[in-house]
């Protein structure tokens, strides 16, 4: 640890400094100093930009004085500048470059205020034809990635998981589990909020379509929750920003029984914006697949061998509405909710043979498994914000809650056969769980900003409360009476109750031509699982702390460098801690470990970004060290009278991550834009199985690509692709497999209809292969899913955003700007 943090802290002062200095004979009389604020603005919604770059530089010499970025307000402040002459660039990536001339500092003019500086979007005409500027897949932020989903073509008509194949830091395997720069333990949050669905499959359930970008956040500070250990995905739904009323609808169908829809409409006028909209998906997965299972004892090796082939089906829908209401200039309140249901379905059936050797017994038999998970849930948010007359001075309160009944069912069927797999005649073996788990999850936050001397501090507080009960059913249907009978000994019940109160305060400030932010986050958590079926308790109860940090070194407007430490926890689920067996097929059965810690990440980030006109270059090292690493292990048991393959979980000593990440977006001219993303990591495990210490180490790689092309009449062309590379697991390893995607899109009617055609998966590449095994057993897996899906999705504008844009552009142009509207 003390090597890589040297490392890191020698490369990062090491640093050489580009950027322009006054010479040794400038500057050494006292002037007075003076401020310049201002606003950056969408010139046609009026809309704050965030991440903005401003630089003020002097006349005589344009030389530069201090560059910033704008804050999430889009407001910006240059303290301390001498008397002088000055202009301001400000820039951003889609809009024009803006220049402000004859900005003047003296002893009469100490603080200057712009007001509203408006940049226009980067839109060119050519008599009749409007060209608007083609924004980049991924935005790389200070501290996120941004990923539009509009410009990934092949996502359109899929799930959010279909658009984070291709995205950095991001891998998704054959079954649609994402991990987050190698690790699933992220928390996904939907519009800052979190989703009662987390992870993978919270994000199978959200159609692209719906959704305006991603936000990536790999080292969170001490002002976000600190849950996922490698991290933060927010998802920003779509929006509408202009007056009057506007909308949009997607439709989408796609090969073997995929359907999706969705549809949002806004009214916008003065103080008033209110929207109301829904969506709908109908999608058919059918995926093949091939197991291998030996077991050891003594002598005898048993051995099972299948091949699958089933389908899984997702439907979801749900509807919203929201109104915005501005109370006074400075204050406005919000209040939205969404109502919907979600299914997700299994249906999968095999062919067995199951053999011992030396040979004893050889027998073939058919398997069957049914499975249904029913989500019906509501939530409801309410915000208040309130801004005071210094900008960045600002109270934001928030209430939110949500609440889901989760009804699962499971069917497991065996039939004995002939080697042709011809049923024998006899009665099959049919066994059944269900599962009921009603959960409500309320949070109270109240979060405070105020400028502070040089800088600017940070507090905040909230409340979270998850509660939730569980009620597991397992059940042998018994032929002599032909009734479902509940096996006692695995059926039970218990209550989960999480309770975390917390507390954050971060200050950030320049030093020098340093930009720092400190921040500490203060947690009391309760969390108590009452198994009510045994009549025991389980109650965990420590006080945690948080700390982040960044720091940022500008060392011109095209080079930034910058270090970020955070410290992440991720928490064990109800189910990971609840002690009794839960069967997961006819032959798996999980149970989870009471005695279950929390585990806890420090993670260490040194960053490069080298930006220019046609995109950025950055280059991304981490570290990643985690302690009571909750780890899944496998074995061999007896339960409910057969043999069957079992997995739980349990604290590993430690892991660690150490990695490089290359990213580059480049708009290569007027046509072509391409984006290339490479990581490459070291990843070690140490951990105990079986009361023997063990140590697993791999080296891994990804790569991602992103091309696209603008055509003639409108249209643009996408090919894309990443490879996962092969890695290793505590008991295990994981081989590597490539995806390829192209996708066509159609502007039609002045922009108003889009026509997009995707094909996923082209090669049929798409395979997952792992290994794993233990003293007593070893098991094969290989996953294929269904190659190539083919997608048509119709995107239709309601009162088209971009026409409207652009007229509002046209009145602003013939507008007289002051200093409190500059044009």
Sequence with gaps: MRGVMGFLLTLFIGVPVFANHTSPGEGTVALPAGTVRGMILDSTTRGAIEYATIGIYRVKDSSLVNG?????????????????????????????????????????????????????????????????????????????????????????????????????????????NVSLRGSGNFQLLIDGKPSIIG????????????????????SPSAKYDPDGAAGIINVIMKKQKNNGVGGIANVSVGTRDKYSADLLLNFRRSKLNYFIGGEFADQRNFNKGENERRTYLNDTTTTILTESDGVFRRRSYNLKSGIDYALTDKSSLSLSGVVGAREFSRDFSGNSQWFTQPAKRDSFYTTQNVSGDNDFFYNLNLDFLKKYDEDGHQLMASVYYESAREDEEEEDIIRSTDLRYIPTGNEPNRTRSKTETPENILRAELDYSKPLGSGKLEAGLQSRWDADKAKYVYEDFVLPINEWLQNDSVSNSLEYLDAIQSAYLIYSAHLGKFEYQAGLRAEYNKRT????????????????????????????????????????????????????????????????????????????????????????VSLETYYRGTS??????????????????????????????????????????????????????????????????????????????????????????????????????LQGKREGFFVANVALRKEMLKKQLTVSLNARDIFSTGVFTNISEGSNFYTYNKGRRESPVVMLNLTFRINNYRQAANRQQDENDSDEGGMDDMM
Excluded at 154 to 174: C, F, K, Q, R, Y
Excluded at 542 to 564: C, E, G, M, W
């Design 529 to 616: 699982l009452d198994q009510i079926t045994i009549d025991e308790s389980f109650t965990y109860e420590k006080l945690h702390f948080f700390p982040s940090f960044y720091l940022t070194r500008k060392i011109s407007d095209a080079h930034q460098v910058q270090f970020n430490y955070s410290r992440r926890i991720q928490r064990p689920r109800e189910r990971d801690l609840n002690p009794f067996k839960e069967f997961r097929g006819i032959d798996n059965v999980f149970f989870g470990n009471p005695a279950l810690k929390p585990e806890f990440t420090n993670a260490f980030e040194l960053n490069y970004q080298y930006t220019h006109k046609g995109g950025f």
């Design 628 to 729: 009571d690493k909750i780890t899944r292990l496998s074995g061999y048991d007896t339960i409910a009278g057969r043999p069957v393959f079992t997995s739980t979980t349990m604290n590993a000593n430690k892991d660690n991550s150490l990695g490089i990440e290359l990213m580059t977006n480049w708009e290569l001219n007027r046509w072509w834009q391409l984006n290339v993303t490479g990581n490459f990591f070291r990843y070690q495990l140490n951990g105990q199985v079986e009361g023997e210490e063990v140590k697993s180490v791999t080296t891994s790689w990804r790569t991602n690509f992103s091309s696209s092309f603008k055509l003639k009449w409108d249209t643009r062309f996408q090919i894309s692709g990443f490879y996962n590379g092969p890695s290793n697991t």
């Design 199 to 218: 992870g993978s499959e919270g994000l199978q359930q959200i159609p692209a379509s719906a959704v305006q970008s991603m936000e990536i956040i790999t």
């Design 68 to 176: 910033l970025v704008t804050g999430v307000d889009g407001t910006f402040v240059f303290k301390d500048i001498p008397a002088g002459e000055y202009y301001i660039d400000a820039n951003f990536i889609g809009y024009v470059p803006r220049r402000i001339s004859t900005v003047v500092i003296g002893s009469q003019r100490k603080a200057l205020d712009l007001g509203n500086v408006l940049l226009h979007p980067d839109v060119t005409r050519i008599q009749e034809v409007t060209v608007v500027a083609q924004s980049q897949r991924v935005e790389y932020k200070i501290d996120k990635k941004v990923v539009n989903i509009a410009q990934d073509l092949s996502a359109s008509g899929g799930s959010l998981v279909n658009a984070l194949e291709n995205t950095p830091s991001i891998e998704v395997d054959v079954e649609g």
